[in-house]
T-cell receptor, first 112, second 115 residues
């Protein structure tokens, strides 16, 4: 079946540190891959996406590359800020009922 | 542009009661999705409505149901509430599927607490 596995949190980093949040997926065919972010007290927002292998999604300094050979879509940022503190969800979408499959979320706290 | 709006923000019920949650999609979006975000379980897909029809549902019992109105707003109904139904319920909307990479836009959720 289809599923997403992402690294467990919580993750605590100092400001300007390098961030990696791992995400791997299981799916048949060619899913689209997403990262969503949920800031404290807010709903989910689309952070970035990639729709085919080797695509790189990027937004707000975050990047993720669709790696079909390793079935991964790791989220990276070179220098995190306090304002990046949030919960990050990796997700995949298949055109079979337009259903999204989400990971359990990784909580990130950035300290000054 | 107004985002996805959900009401109420918080809802407190007791076991056995019924809950109704409401969602208004972004203008122009015809698809509405419902998710349950329970502690430790991540986000789980509940229901998808498009053009007034239920298109798909996740692995939830029949006491979870809903509908979509002609103006594309939606209701989620949960009957015979159980303690484990306590969760944040998120609604999302998008343009009608396909294409499969149509991103969903999420509301802030309704926090349902069962006492």
């Amino acid at each position: 079946g289809n599923s997403v596995t992402q690294m467990e949190g919580p993750v605590t980093l100092s400001e300007e540190a390098f961030l990696t949040i791992n995400c791997t997926y299981t799916a048949t065919g060619y899913p689209s891959l997403f990262w969503y972010v949920q800031y404290p007290g807010e709903g989910l927002q689309l952070l970035l996406k990639a729709t085919k292998a080797d695509d790189k999604g990027s937004n707000k300094g975050f990047e993720a590359t669709y790696r079909k050979e390793t079935t991964s879509f790791h989220l990276e940022k070179g220098s995190v800020q306090v304002s990046d503190s949030a919960v990050y969800f990796c997700a995949l979408s298949k055109n079979t009922g337009n259903q999204f499959y989400f990971g359990t979320g990784t909580s990130l706290t950035v300290i000054p | 542009e107004a985002g996805v709006t959900q009401s109420p923000t918080h809802l407190i019920k007791t076991r056995g009661q019924q809950a109704t949650l409401r969602c208004s999609p972004i203008s122009g979006h015809t698809s509405v999705y419902w998710y349950q975000q329970a502690l430790g379980l991540g986000l789980q897909f509940l229901l998808w409505y498009d053009e007034g029809e239920e298109r798909n549902r996740g692995n939830f019992p029949p006491r979870f149901s809903g509908r979509q109105f002609p103006n594309y707003s939606s209701e989620l109904n949960v009957n015979a509430l159980e303690l484990e139904d306590s969760a944040l319920y998120l609604c999302a909307s998008s343009f009608s599927a396909p294409p499969e990479d149509q991103p969903q836009h999420f509301g802030d959720g309704t926090r349902l607490s069962i006492l």
